[in-house]
Nanobody, 119 residues
Framework: QVQLVESGGGSVQAGGSLRLSCAAS????????MGWFRQAPGKEREGVAR???????RYADSVKGRFTISQDNAKNTLYLQMNSLKPEDTAIYSC?????????????WGQGTQVTVSS
């Protein structure tokens, strides 16, 4: 089974940048589609970005132009580059396998990483 470990979170000021990593313990990117999700206190979990094996990506409207999802197959790692961070980006970010072409989560393997953006 695949396990995912997220890292790279932290506390930054508005306008700053962070790059999140999701290290997979198994072969994932050739057999599963992956995505990043986030959840802030008192709010519903939302899909942030996803990528499929063809390299197609999809982003939530709130992060378009600021976030970039990518993957390194050689390292079996998923990334989320976050630029121009806003306080409303504050949340716990998790990676997960998704049903390709959708935001439907098949499984969460990581425990998430906290991102805090101060104004």
């Amino acid at each position: 089974q695949v396990q995912l470990v997220e890292s790279g979170g932290g506390s930054v000021q508005a306008g700053g940048s962070l790059r999140l990593s999701c290290a997979a313990s198994g072969h994932t990117y050739s057999r599963n589609c992956m995505g990043w999700f986030r959840q802030a206190p008192g709010k519903e979990r939302e899909g942030v970005a996803r990528i499929d094996s063809d390299g197609n990506t999809r982003y939530a409207d709130s992060v378009k132009g600021r976030f970039t999802i990518s993957q390194d197959n050689a390292k079996n790692t998923l990334y989320l580059q976050m630029n121009s961070l806003k306080p409303e980006d504050t949340a716990i970010y998790s990676c997960a396998a998704v049903f390709c072409g959708s935001w439907v989560v098949l499984a969460y393997w990581g425990q998430g990483t906290q991102v805090t953006v101060s104004s």
